[in-house]
């Protein structure tokens, strides 16, 4: 995996951009659900909060970060947790990942963490990013979506 030691060019984005990008996207996606074909499902899901997980992950194990993510893909709806998404540096910063998960309020995230601590499948996801040291750090902020600013169609046309 090559290092990006150049200076940033200006297509880039500084970490505020990204963050306000990835919480533009997670209330996105909280809110609608599902698609058929290029039609997206309105459905709006009932969610009030959403945890918005900055990892720091070891950039050579990329790889098995993702792995990780996809575990939890099976494992967090199963416990209660509405998986919005976990995304993986693409361009620019290499060590930074996401993680997007919705719940109807801090009772129901409080409930999810207890559901986790019994799941075989999620102690073991734990024990594998402790063991391989995949994981440098991790930060979490709840968030939720500012009614009648998110989810508007463009006016472009």
């Known amino acids: 995996m ?3 030691t ?3 060019s200006s ?3 500084d970490r505020r951009q990204a ?3 990835m919480l533009n996207l997670g209330a996105a996606l909280t809110l609608r659900r599902g698609h058929s074909g290029a039609r997206l499902n309105t ?3 009932e969610m009030k909060i959403t945890c918005f997980i900055r990892y720091q992950i070891d950039p050579f194990q990329r790889d098995e970060f993702k792995k990780y993510a996809e575990n ?3 494992i967090i709806p199963r416990c209660g947790g509405h998986l919005v998404g976990y995304f993986l540096p693409h361009e620019g910063t290499n060590d930074v990942a996401w993680g997007l998960i919705a719940f109807d309020g801090l009772a129901a995230y409080e409930t999810y ?3 986790l601590k019994e799941d075989k499948d999620a102690r073991e996801n734990f024990m594998m990013a402790q063991s391989k040291r995949i994981i440098l750090r991790e930060e979490r902020t709840f968030v939720e979506v500012v ?3 998110f989810g508007l169609p463009s006016r472009l046309g």
């Open 43 to 45: 459905e709006r899901i």
């Open 11 to 13: 297509r880039q984005m």
């Open 6 to 8: 150049s200076a940033p």
């Open 113 to 115: 963490r207890a559901r």
């Open 19 to 21: 963050i306000s990008l």
């Open 72 to 74: 939890w893909g099976r």
């Open 147 to 149: 009614e009648g600013t």
């Open 2 to 4: 090559e290092m990006n």
